[in-house]
């Protein structure tokens, strides 16, 4: 097994009291950064959410983890998997304790750990502050299009733990620390389903032990039977949730859904209509030009790199592996002189939380955010004002109502929806179906779903929108400058309301 050469010792020098203070106040800074970002009213609007604390709030109310699904109305009763449970629970507590203000926090909190967990990659892989600072703010940065209440963030947080552990490892062969990945595993495969995403590097990790036998550019410390049986441990550790083995089963059906690609836009790869996007291109190309700047391609980050490439590129909700990894790439190979540096004094943890605390205080006081400015936030984006008037008024369904309006309605209006945000459950015909019909396709109005409906929810600015304005079979009941009410006309006989 041939291990990595080891880098020349760097000299280590002190460091006085009031640089390490000012590093306490950069690092602070650094760490408060990404969270502002996502500290503001819109953030509260994402379609996803709203299904997870309706299934967090089944949960609790009959202790037990759901097998069939109760929220739509054509699935009711079909078999069906709430394999990101645990986030279910813990996103629907955060509002019950504060209402809207709730998600906020926890995407706050779990932005707050992500920078942390980048920057303890970085900066045990680059012994340069400055440069440190410098490639986690560009990756977090970048990753601020998935910075929403969604249980990927702790996809991220895991995924980001688990590459600490692993290139650490590699370059210093201390095994012991492959232990705590079946504890990520165990909890990582109840909060969200891309913990696959994990065991592929993992594979790689174990491919590159194996080959270093023969291969000089498979360079790691680690021996095969650590690698292994670390990757037995947390297979089995992902066995550890209410579904067993079919969450494997249920996460490839998640993955293979060739229409979802196509229709729907955070699945689609990368618009390149913000920085964000073109700083992952920069990040990819910087990395792999620092790999090819070596003798011999490594094996283990030339796969991860690739892996990367095939992930990212294909999905822009994905986009944050291909950032994590040419960070880490970057902090590895990006060569300095300044030594070592003395590690931080225990006096300026105190200093460094202190600072994140005032400036996310000050950042919500200058942003004032409360309940109720999120609330009108949220107005903005999803039929908030549509819901009350359909409660008010006692219109009743089969409800028809597009995709992205579908987890929200599960949630305020508690009536059985035609379709909702969980793309593996529905199937790509029945995306494809409701995609064609409220985009007013040909065969629009022989739609079952929509023939059947006694009430109808829709976008203000859809095309199907305004052509049910025409159609006798409905009649318009509300509207406001976000969603517009149909009732069908041979259930319901209302006056029209406007706002």
């Not at 790689?204 to 498979?218: D, K, N, P, Q, Y």
């Not at 700047?293 to 986009?319: G, H, I, K, N, Q």
């Not at 509207?479 to 009410?485: F, H, K, L, P």
Request: hydrophobic residues 50%; proline residues 6%; contains cysteine.
């Amino acid at each position: 097994m041939n291990a990595p050469e080891p880098p020349p010792t760097p000299s280590t020098h002190p460091i006085s009291r009031s640089t390490q203070v000012a590093e306490a106040l950069v690092l602070a800074a650094l760490l408060a950064a990404p969270a502002l970002v996502c500290m503001h009213a819109k953030a509260v609007a994402d379609p996803d959410v709203w299904l997870h604390m309706r299934t967090g709030q089944w949960i609790l109310q009959h202790q037990a983890i759901p097998y069939t699904d109760s929220f739509t109305s054509f699935g009711a009763g079909r078999p069906w998997a709430a394999y990101s449970w645990l986030f279910d629970l813990l996103v629907v507590r955060c509002f019950q304790w504060l209402g809207i203000s709730g998600l906020l926090l926890y995407t706050t909190a779990m932005v707050l750990a992500i920078t942390g967990a980048i920057y303890h990659l970085i900066r045990r892989l680059q012994s340069d502050f400055s440069l440190s600072v410098l490639l986690t703010l560009m990756a977090t940065l970048s990753l601020t299009r998935v910075f929403s209440p969604r249980s990927w963030l702790f996809s991220i947080l895991f995924f980001v733990l688990q590459l600490d552990i692993l290139l650490d490892a590699r370059k210093t062969g201390r095994a012991r620390q492959l232990l705590w990945l079946p504890v990520l595993y165990a909890l990582w495969t109840n909060l969200h389903i891309q913990f696959f995403d994990g065991l592929v590097v993992l594979a790689l990790a174990v491919a590159e032990a194996i080959l270093s036998r023969w291969w000089t550019s498979a360079r790691t410390r680690l021996s095969p039977a650590w690698l292994c049986g670390a990757v037995v441990a947390s297979i089995l550790a992902t066995l550890a949730n209410p579904y067993g083995w079919n969450i494997y089963r249920i996460g490839f059906h998640a993955a293979s859904q060739p229409a979802i690609l196509s229709l729907i836009g955070e699945y689609r790869a990368l618009p390149f209509r913000s920085p964000a996007d073109y700083s992952v291109v920069f990040l990819a190309l910087a990395a792999a030009i620092t790999l090819g700047w070596r003798r011999r391609l490594p094996f283990f980050e030339t796969a991860l790199l690739a892996f990367a490439a095939v992930v990212s590129f294909r999905s822009e909700r994905d986009m944050w592996i291909m950032i994590l990894i040419a960070a880490a790439i970057l902090a590895q190979d990006i060569a300095t002189s300044k030594g070592t540096r003395q590690s931080a004094a225990r006096f300026t943890l105190p200093i460094t939380a202190a600072a994140i605390a005032l400036i996310l205080f000050m950042g919500v006081r200058a942003m004032h955010l409360n309940n109720t400015r999120l609330r009108a936030a949220l107005a903005q984006k999803m039929p908030v004002r549509a819901v009350e008037v359909i409660k008010q008024q006692g219109y009743r369904g089969p409800l028809y109502n597009p995709f992205t309006w579908g987890d929200y309605l599960i949630w305020d209006l508690r009536m059985p929806v035609s379709i909702d945000g969980r793309t593996d459950f529905n199937g790509d015909p029945r995306l494809e179906r409701f995609y064609a019909t409220w985009n007013a396709q040909p065969g629009w109005a022989s739609d079952p779903d929509l023939q059947s409906a006694g009430l109808v929810i829709a976008p203000i600015n859809y095309p199907l929108t305004q052509l049910l304005r025409l159609d006798p079979r409905f009649q318009l009941a509300y509207q406001d400058n976000v969603a517009a009410v149909f009732i069908a006309r041979r259930l319901n006989e209302q006056p029209v309301a406007t706002k």
